[in-house]
DNA sequence: TAGATTGTTAATCGATTAACAATC
DNA sequence: TAGATTGTTAATCGATTAACAATC
């Protein structure tokens, strides 16, 4: 589980490298090259390749950037924009709402959603109540939410988007919510993090023995 | 490294729950309940806590809520407010400026720093210039910053953040940047998270063999 | 050909879990 | 005492890395 996610992000990761570089005019790349781009040891990139069954490379020439691209799509799914809906449109769902940068990056953030909504749009993308998000998921096909209502909503919320038949949530919610069979969730604590960052440097950490 | 941060985040959260135990009265707890609660395994509870030293359970009655917590809290770092400030103002920085659970959970955003302030205040927190960064950093000895700025922003203002004498980064730009002995970074990628949701539920992901 | 890089097997490393003696 | 739970050792599991034959 961990271990596939970790794979999963890493193939993600691979992908953007290789855009890049190809849009820098590059055509071959080695796994040396994207070890030193993301972090890793070479040997591991090889063998995420050869895990994925893209025996591919060129024993002299490394791997071929547009083959790799091709290849890393069809099983990271296509490259085109994957709609998602926000739920809850306090501070984070709207900055989220009209946060520019996910167009980029494929991601169409289709509708927003709220127990009370102010407002019935945020530049250019609609807001409407928590009554028709079955009914809007299920004609649009909606298959992933993100979650930024209250902690104390979070919970029932979730209830309400597995009903709606959404299949996964990134959880902005302080309440960690767990994967089921049908519903594979996401969970990011900002809390967390930070009181993870503050441990960290206090070097503390240090002293719990490895 | 990785282990470490897991372990980490375990310890944190064990933390939560025993607060939250606590107030609903409880006073003793065993490790198959705080697994269940975290959604490990009971035997890992117990190694952790016997990582930390602190070898206090009975063996008859589980452990001791407030004595777990003071450890917990001595180990941790207090549970005391920490002061962290937002680098961007944009729409997510002002988000998370105006967001008031972050309060709630032992943190206060001291200041937002924008490059070219739209506002002196926002919720009472004052927005400054980027120019003032290192001397208020300095001042009030910030040690940790939240990254709201634009990717292209991202890795120059690292550099200043780093100048400035701050040690932890919490990240939310997409630019995956590197943490260095004197700079511990923790990368949120959003869009990457929400194109690995993506990945585990079309299916494809169980066709990556184990 | 000689040199370089891949793909893959075997070794290592670390984290998690099972098992169980200690003991409340 | 008998039963239950801890603390810890040994076993397992899986991920990463080292080593190296295959081959471009």
Redesign the interface.
């Known amino acids: 589980m961990k271990?596939?996610?970790d794979?999963?992000?890493r193939?993600?990761?691979y992908k953007r490298i290789l855009i890049q570089l190809k849009s820098l005019g590059l055509e071959r790349v080695f796994s040396t090259n994207l070890g030193d781009a993301?972090?890793i040891n070479p040997t591991l990139v090889r063998k995420d390749f050869s895990?994925?069954n893209l025996t591919q490379g060129n024993r002299k020439g490394g791997y071929n950037i547009n083959e790799l691209i091709d290849s890393l799509n069809s099983?990271?799914?296509t490259s085109e924009l994957?709609d998602?809906v926000v739920i809850g449109c306090g501070?984070?769902g709207?900055?989220?709402i009209?946060?520019e940068?996910?167009y980029k990056?494929?991601?169409n953030i289709s509708a927003g959603f709220d127990s009370n909504p102010r407002e019935a749009e945020l530049n250019g993308i609609p807001i409407y109540p928590m009554e028709v998000l079955m009914n809007y998921v299920t004609q649009h096909e909606i298959?992933?939410a993100?979650l930024c209502v209250?902690?104390g909503a979070a919970s029932h919320t979730r209830d309400l988007l597995a009903d709606a038949g959404i299949?996964?949530?990134?959880n902005f919610t302080?309440v960690?919510l767990?994967s089921s069979e049908t519903l594979?969730i996401?969970n990011?604590n900002?809390?967390?993090?930070?009181?993870?960052?503050?441990?960290?440097?206090?070097g503390?950490?240090s002293?719990?023995?490895?």
């Open positions: 271990a596939n996610n794979h999963t992000t193939l993600i990761k993301i972090g895990r994925m099983i990271l799914g994957q998602v501070n984070l709207k900055a989220l009209k946060h940068a996910f990056e494929g991601i298959r992933v993100v209250p902690a299949q996964g949530i990134l302080p960690e767990k594979r996401q990011v900002i809390c967390l993090e930070i009181e993870n960052l503050f441990f960290q440097i206090s503390k950490s002293r719990v023995p490895v």
